[in-house]
Antibody
Framework: QVQLQESGPGLVKPSGTLSLTCAVSGASITDLNWWSWLRQPPGKALEWIGDVYQTGTTNHSPSLRSRVSTSVDKTKNQFSLMLASVSAADTAVYYC??????????????WGQGALVTVSS | DIQMTQSPSSLSASLGDRVTISCRASHSIGNYLNWYQQKPGKAPNFLIYAASNLQGGVPSRFSGSGSGTDFTLTISSLQPEDFATYYCQQSHSTPYTFGHGTKLEIK
């Protein structure tokens, strides 16, 4: 069974950098999948942040691209998110997920439990 | 960006009811449309891909249809565990975008 688990600080100061890691078990980060980050502000809809492939190739949402960095660590079977220059608008539950590709169709089939990150001084 | 619009935003229904949730894309996305179920305080649960293909383990009372810009999720006979918020998501092109959700509540 594939499992993902987010970890990182739950509180980040305004203008600081949000940093999260997602540990993957039951699957290899080198499988033919993309590894994704999404977020959900309290009471709001889901937003895709971006994803990263085992080679380090990334896709990021244009609205966040200037502030986002994603990476993989094959030795630890995990991947990471960094979001710079955060503000209160970045307060959300952050999810990591696997984006599986089947016959050209991609979908987020396994998700972490989510990590609430609050931006506040 | 492709905008995804769901309707209704909330829906009250009774056990055993048949319900339909609509999702409209701002541009044609073929059948690159996924559906997810989310319960309070939990991560989304993946239900359907390519508009109409059920993920393994998803009950057959769930079905999806549509192509182009208009899609539907149907639950044929509501069970207690189906009361949740449902999201559509387009996988046609980045940025991958979600609808704002349809909250299904018990009448």
């Amino acid at each position: 069974q594939v499992q993902l688990q987010e970890s990182g600080p739950g509180l980040v100061k305004p203008s600081g950098t949000l940093s999260l890691t997602c540990a993957v078990s039951g699957a290899s980060i080198t499988d033919l999948n993309w590894w994704s980050w999404l977020r959900q502000p309290p009471g709001k809809a889901l937003e895709w942040i971006g994803d990263v492939y085992q080679t380090g190739t990334t896709n990021h949402s244009p609205s966040l691209r200037s502030r986002v960095s994603t990476s993989v660590d094959k030795t630890k079977n995990q991947f990471s998110l960094m979001l710079a220059s955060v503000s209160a608008a970045d307060t959300a539950v952050y999810y990591c997920a696997r984006r599986f590709l089947l016959d050209g169709y991609g979908y987020f089939d396994y998700w972490g439990q989510g990590a609430l990150v609050t931006v506040s001084s | 960006d492709i905008q995804m619009t769901q309707s209704p935003s909330s829906l009250s229904a009774s056990l055993g009811d048949r319900v339909t949730i609509s999702c409209r894309a701002s541009h044609s996305i073929g059948n690159y449309l996924n559906w997810y179920q989310q319960k309070p305080g939990k991560a989304p649960n993946f239900l359907i891909y390519a508009a109409s293909n059920l993920q393994g383990g998803v009950p057959s009372r769930f079905s999806g249809s549509g192509s182009g810009t208009d899609f539907t999720l149907t639950i044929s006979s509501l069970q207690p565990e189906d009361f949740a918020t449902y999201y559509c998501q387009q996988s046609h092109s980045t940025p991958y975008t979600f609808g704002h959700g349809t909250k299904l509540e018990i009448k």
